[in-house]
């Protein structure tokens, strides 16, 4: 699987991006998949993810009420709609993809990552 993100840029606190995980070489449709975080300095972060069927999402607290990840199957593509930014969610985003079971919210879990996408939320 080789997953591609984008839709990152620089935004004003307030804003709104969505970013979308395009998956290419292998559908993933029975894939769980996930997206994570980087702020510099610091370790990689979970930030939502949604089972293979899409019934299930999870959010860390940071974002709950703000970010909503989907996703479109058919299009082999996930998506982070990310409203009401705040400077602190400024990171490269990541997406993965994971077959299995486990924590879905552990980095170690996921088996194929993007390679990111900068996120940048200005005060």
């Known amino acids: 699987v080789q997953l591609q993100a984008y839709g990152g840029g620089l935004v004003q606190a307030g804003g709104s991006l969505r970013l979308s995980c395009a998956a290419s070489?292998?559908?993933?449709?029975?894939?769980?998949m996930g997206w994570f975080r980087q702020a510099p300095g610091k370790e990689r972060e979970f930030v939502a993810a949604i089972t293979w069927s899409g019934s299930t999402t999870y959010y860390t607290d940071s974002v709950k009420g703000r970010f909503t990840i989907s996703r479109d199957n058919a299009k082999n593509t996930v998506y982070l709609q990310m409203n009401s930014l705040k400077p602190e969610d400024t990171a490269v985003y990541y997406c993965a993809a994971r077959i299995g079971f486990g924590r879905i919210v552990t980095v170690s879990q996921y088996d194929y990552w993007g390679q990111g996408t900068l996120v940048t939320v200005s005060s």
């Open positions: 070489r292998r559908t993933v449709s029975n894939y769980d």
